[in-house]
């Protein structure tokens, strides 16, 4: 403690004072270091697990593992997931918005497009869900040429957006489609689109659509477009915590409202997006093939990051862990 009796920055719970306070989408900025209690927060950011918490982890994995979903009910979770998405959307009305402060900080290039003198830009969002990555990038938009086609597999969710009261159709075009389908989104042909975003949806696809996934966003990007990537890491609270019943296969589950969600390596997901391993350990579902490796990268992995965050609960003195991937891929061309 300084001489004075002032607390040092680190110690103070003054959010001018303390360098360690962020905004709760701020990411990066508190780090818990040597002499740090941890309990004086109650969010660190880039903090490894610790063992207690990996021992925990690998006992609820194998819990998981021991009461996997039921055959029945993979088969109903499988065989048409949109229908519990639309489900989602529709039962889900109050929690559908939220303001991601963060987008433009984490991926730069959506600062870029939306400048007045861009030019012509489309951005491709994918599994755009109720709009909480489109509507901010579009409430900020400077620039008059740009076009966001924000498609989603859920009828219910595109409703959402097109009745949202951002919804601009000059800016702005909201349809149906599956990532993992024969079809490029409507309206867009290949090569058309210079930033593709995944926010959170690649996660909701089983292991086996992923080649199809990245083949197809390969194919409705120019040369050179750019893949901005967020979604769930190995570990995170949301895995750790899941009950009996609802293992699919490992790191692959439904929950509770029919959904399902699957929880990404760092290593894994530059193997998938460079095509090095595509589903391979998927047992394939019902009306699901399974897939072959990809015979060329189709993607360079330029920036691919894991996002720490340590939650603790200090009444409890419990602490918790969420991990989110993040990544920038951008367009091989296939020689
Ligand atoms: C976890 S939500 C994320 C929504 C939105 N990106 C966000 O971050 O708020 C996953 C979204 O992916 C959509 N989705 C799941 N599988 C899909 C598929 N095969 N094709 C297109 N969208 C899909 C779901 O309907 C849902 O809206």
Same mark, same amino acid.
């Given at each position: 403690?300084?001489?004075?009796?002032?607390?040092?920055?680190?110690?103070?719970?003054?959010?001018?004072?303390?360098?360690?306070? &962020? @905004? /709760?989408?701020?990411?990066?900025?508190? +780090?818990?270091? $040597?002499?740090?209690?941890? #309990?004086?927060? =109650?969010?660190?950011?880039?903090?490894?697990?610790?063992?207690?918490?990996?021992?925990?982890?690998?006992?609820?994995?194998?819990?998981?593992?021991?009461?996997?979903?039921?055959?029945?009910?993979?088969?109903?979770?499988? &065989? @048409? /997931?949109?229908?519990?998405?639309?489900? +989602?959307?529709? $039962?889900?009305?109050?929690? #559908?918005?939220? =303001?991601?402060?963060?987008?433009?900080?984490?991926?730069?290039?959506?600062?870029?497009?939306?400048?007045?003198?861009?030019?012509?830009?489309?951005?491709?969002?994918?599994?755009?869900?109720?709009?909480?990555?489109?509507?901010?990038?579009?409430?900020?938009?400077?620039?008059?040429?740009?076009?966001?086609?924000?498609?989603? #597999?859920?009828?219910?969710?595109?409703?959402?957006?097109?009745?949202?009261?951002?919804?601009?159709?000059?800016?702005?075009?909201?349809?149906?489609?599956?990532?993992?389908?024969?079809?490029?989104?409507?309206?867009?042909?290949?090569?058309?689109?210079?930033?593709?975003?995944?926010?959170?949806?690649?996660?909701?696809?089983?292991?086996?659509?992923?080649?199809?996934?990245?083949?197809?966003?390969?194919?409705?990007?120019?040369?050179?477009?750019?893949?901005?990537?967020?979604?769930?890491?190995?570990?995170?609270?949301?895995?750790?915590?899941?009950?009996?019943?609802?293992?699919?296969?490992?790191?692959?589950?439904?929950?509770?409202?029919?959904?399902?969600?699957?929880?990404?390596?760092?290593?894994?997901?530059?193997?998938?997006?460079?095509?090095?391993?595509?589903?391979?350990?998927?047992?394939?579902?019902?009306?699901?093939?399974?897939?072959?490796?990809?015979?060329?990268?189709?993607?360079?992995?330029?920036?691919?990051?894991?996002?720490?965050?340590?939650?603790?609960?200090?009444?409890?003195?419990?602490?918790?862990?969420?991990?989110?991937?993040?990544?920038?891929?951008?367009?091989?061309?296939?020689?």
């Amino acid at each position: 403690m300084a001489d004075d009796g002032a607390l040092p920055p680190s110690r103070s719970h003054d959010p001018q004072y303390n360098q360690k306070r &962020s @905004d /709760p989408f701020q990411f990066g900025s508190r +780090f818990l270091e $040597n002499g740090d209690d941890p #309990f004086e927060f =109650n969010a660190w950011d880039h903090v490894e697990t610790d063992d207690a918490y990996k021992e925990y982890s690998e006992q609820q994995y194998e819990m998981q593992r021991q009461s996997p979903v039921s055959d029945f009910d993979k088969h109903r979770f499988n &065989s @048409d /997931p949109a229908k519990w998405w639309n489900l +989602f959307y529709k $039962n889900n009305t109050a929690n #559908f918005f939220k =303001n991601r402060k963060w987008l433009q900080q984490e991926f730069p290039i959506l600062g870029k497009v939306t400048q007045e003198d861009a030019g012509p830009i489309t951005l491709l969002e994918i599994g755009a869900g109720a709009g909480n990555t489109a509507f901010p990038i579009l409430a900020q938009n400077k620039n008059p040429k740009l076009k966001i086609h924000a498609c989603d #597999f859920s009828k219910k969710a595109v409703e959402v957006m097109r009745s949202h009261e951002g919804y601009d159709t000059e800016h702005m075009q909201a349809d149906v489609w599956d990532i993992a389908s024969d079809e490029l989104p409507p309206g867009l042909e290949e090569g058309s689109v210079d930033v593709a975003l995944l926010i959170f949806i690649f996660s909701a696809l089983s292991p086996l659509q992923w080649k199809k996934a990245v083949e197809n966003v390969h194919r409705v990007l120019k040369p050179g477009g750019e893949v901005c990537f967020r979604d769930y890491g190995r570990g995170d609270l949301a895995q750790v915590r899941f009950r009996k019943g609802r293992y699919l296969e490992d790191n692959f589950y439904i929950r509770g409202d029919g959904t399902r969600v699957y929880f990404f390596e760092k290593d894994e997901l530059a193997a998938i997006w460079k095509g090095e391993k595509i589903g391979a350990s998927a047992t394939p579902a019902s009306g699901e093939a399974a897939s072959e490796p990809l015979a060329e990268p189709l993607f360079d992995v330029e920036d691919l990051g894991v996002d720490r965050r340590m939650l603790v609960n200090r009444a409890r003195r419990l602490k918790m862990y969420r991990c989110w991937m993040q990544g920038k891929f951008r367009k091989r061309e296939i020689q």
